[in-house]
């Protein structure tokens, strides 16, 4: 049976993720975690309670999940880091630098880290990696996302990556996303390729908050047993 830890328990991701953990034989949520102040403190979760320090429980987990914020997630990875437990996050919003400290820490501890938890959007981010490999440098690229509109982060951290896997192989040329943020969409990509007499264009729809939670589930097994390291969604599609 696989203890977890879940952090950022009652938000929108955690919900779901606690209810699509709920639903597996071999995984079992011992504590969730909030921000202090939370009304539900102290209340009954799952097979543990919610309350808002991690450090009360973090020694019954045998794995950490966390959707917060970029501040959280760092605080939340010290103590982490002090009783090596591996560390997953979807956590969205980081700096360079913010990243940067992620990565030391993971010489510690195994982390995975994606801005999607998404098995579809993965794959095209697989995908994308080597089509822009042989792509003229005569396309234009653009890119359109949309989401919700209390989603904070704009770009989003989807976009962001796939930007930085175009801008890594081989392209130059700037790409502006349009960042879009409507009603309760929950997710959408747009990546345009266009030239003269042709275009082509991709197009991700997340429907529901569970292809985010399934991914989750994939990575929490994927990570349970992993030497410390920096994971990314890649390293889950490359083991299946």
């Known amino acids: 049976m696989i203890k977890i830890i879940l952090i950022g328990a009652a938000g929108k991701m955690g919900r779901i993720v606690a209810e699509a953990i709920s639903n597996e034989k071999d995984m079992k949520i011992v504590a969730g975690v909030e921000k202090t102040g939370h009304p539900h403190i102290g209340s009954p979760f799952y097979d543990g309670y919610l309350t808002d320090d991690l450090e009360k429980v973090i020694k019954a987990g045998d794995i950490c999940v966390d959707f917060t914020n970029p501040l959280a997630t760092l605080e939340n990875l010290e103590i982490a880091r002090k009783e090596k437990k591996p560390y997953l996050t979807g956590t969205t919003g980081f700096t360079e630098e913010q990243l940067a400290i992620i990565k030391k820490i993971s010489d510690e501890i195994p982390i995975l880290y994606s801005p999607n938890f998404s098995f579809g959007i993965n794959l095209l981010f697989k995908m994308i990696k080597e089509m ?22 704009a770009p989003s951290g989807t976009a962001k990556k796939f930007i930085e896997i175009i801008k890594n192989k081989k392209r130059e040329k700037e790409i502006k996303p349009i960042s879009l943020r409507l009603g309760d969409i929950i997710g959408e990509h747009v990546l345009i390729f266009a030239t003269e007499g042709e275009y082509i264009k991709i197009i991700h729809h997340a429907t529901s908050r569970f292809a985010f939670a399934k991914g989750v589930i994939y990575g929490i097994r994927f990570l349970i047993n992993k030497e410390p390291n920096f994971y990314t969604f890649e390293d889950i599609l490359l083991s299946t």
Request: proline share 5%; no cysteine; aromatic share 10%.
């Open 132 to 153: 822009v490999k042989f792509l003229p440098d005569d396309y234009d690229i653009s890119l359109i996302e949309t989401h919700h509109k209390k989603k904070v982060d």
